[in-house]
């Protein structure tokens, strides 16, 4: 008789969330769904009635981890739609834009792989934060990249965070050949310093990989061989930066997409029947907890061809690469190796672009109300759709801030 557990919150990745896996008698899980407990942020909506001009400041602050996606990802959506083509200039100030939100974002997701790795060699989990080398000398190599790649993202989007350049019809201001030169120069030091940061975490993630088990919260757990094999299949549209409806021969297909709502997919209301107190930390949900992820999870689940798929670094690499490797391992494997690729698609963006070319279309139309699309390559995947919540926790306050509303993370 199949039993019910409940993982909350989940770690390892930004916001919080949390899993419920319904598990047959011999240990196999026969239904795990994945919830968002943040409530959504309701950006398309907030979008409805603003301007083509205000709406990229909208979208960006979707995210604090992949703002740059989500800006480009409306900003060429908007520019299918009204059919407005940019110049080459912007087109190369936007990959390169592109390029340094994921070199951050790859290097920030290392430090939240890194705690579960060992010293190869040793029985030593690495802290990413303790002064003691070897670890000292990679974290400072993660935070200088981590600059380098802001630092780019800054000179070209005029911020690194909610980039300000962007715009529909290309890019407010262009950069200037000081600007170039800088960017330049922080790009090669930054694929020096690339790939050796990615031969570094590919020697961890092998040395893992040979391990049998590996200790959580005081427990030897056993790695399966298999960890995280699957057989879905895999979405990427582009290596480096994404495609639109305005292309010529589109990677991605709109209408092979389909949005389902949590209570079409996940189980109905249940009762959590196993728990196991030992989990770290603090154990799963009590025994006797009633759990309903249909009405609980925030986010939709995305479809494509009428299943899920895996998108990010290892399905961009399948695609377009001829990676094969499967497994969790083999998808941070695959996320070392965009490294140097980001870093040479920018110095190829940055040897191209030319400062004193045209960065706005001469003419921008208003449009007429036709569809447009975009799907953007973010560090995680496509950006069609808002991401899984970053946001812990939310309270609503009303005119006399007083709060009438709160959802808090225990």
Request: aromatic share 6%; hydrophobic share 35%; proline share 7%.
């Amino acid at each position: 008789m199949s039993k019910v557990v409940e993982i909350s919150p989940t770690t390892r990745h930004e916001g919080h969330s949390k899993l419920v896996l319904k598990v047959n008698d011999q240990g196999i899980i026969e239904t795990g769904n994945w919830l968002s407990i943040t409530p959504v942020r309701g950006v398309e909506r907030l979008a409805v009635g603003k301007t083509m001009e205000q709406v990229p400041k909208i979208a960006s602050r979707v995210c604090g981890i992949c703002p740059i996606a989500h800006t480009l990802a409306g900003v060429e959506a908007m520019e299918a739609s009204i059919k407005c083509e940019i110049p080459r200039d912007a087109h190369l100030l936007r990959v390169i834009l592109q390029c340094a939100n994921r070199l951050h974002s790859h290097a920030l997701h290392n430090i939240l792989t890194l705690p579960d790795m060992y010293i190869p060699g040793t029985d030593t989990k690495i802290n990413p934060f303790t002064p003691e080398e070897p670890v000292r000398t990679v974290a400072k190599r993660i935070q200088r990249i981590r600059e380098i790649a802001q630092t780019i993202g800054e000179v070209a989007g005029g911020e690194a965070i909610h980039p300000s350049n962007p715009r529909v019809g290309g890019m407010y201001k262009a950069c200037s050949p000081q600007a170039k030169t800088k960017m330049y120069d922080l790009a090669k030091e930054g694929l020096v310093l690339a790939h050796a940061h990615m031969d570094f975490m590919i020697a961890v993630l092998r040395n893992y990989q040979k391990r049998d088990w590996a200790e959580v919260g005081g427990k030897q757990i056993k790695i399966p061989k298999d960890l995280g094999y699957h057989d879905q299949g895999y979405m990427a549209t582009h290596p480096v930066y994404g495609t639109s409806s305005l292309d010529e021969c589109p990677t991605w297909d709109y209408s092979r997409f389909k949005e389902s709502r949590p209570w079409d997919w996940y189980m109905g209301e249940s009762e959590i029947t196993l728990e196991d107190p030992t989990y770290p930390v603090g154990g799963t949900t009590k025994m006797g907890t009633k759990a309903n992820p249909q009405m609980e999870a925030c986010t939709g689940i995305p479809c494509y061809d009428g299943a899920p798929v895996e998108v990010g670094p290892r399905a961009r690499l399948v695609k377009f690469k001829n990676f094969d490797e499967k497994g969790t391992i083999g998808q941070q494997v695959a996320r070392q190796l965009e490294y140097p690729d980001c870093l040479t698609a920018m110095i190829s963006a940055l040897d191209e672009y030319n400062p004193n070319g045209k960065v706005v279309a001469d003419y921008i139309p208003q449009g007429d109300g036709s569809m447009g699309w975009a799907a953007n390559e973010a560090p995680r995947g496509p950006d069609v759709d808002p991401c899984v919540s970053c946001a812990t926790h939310m309270i609503v306050i009303d005119e006399d801030n007083r709060i009438v509303a709160q959802k808090l993370i225990e």
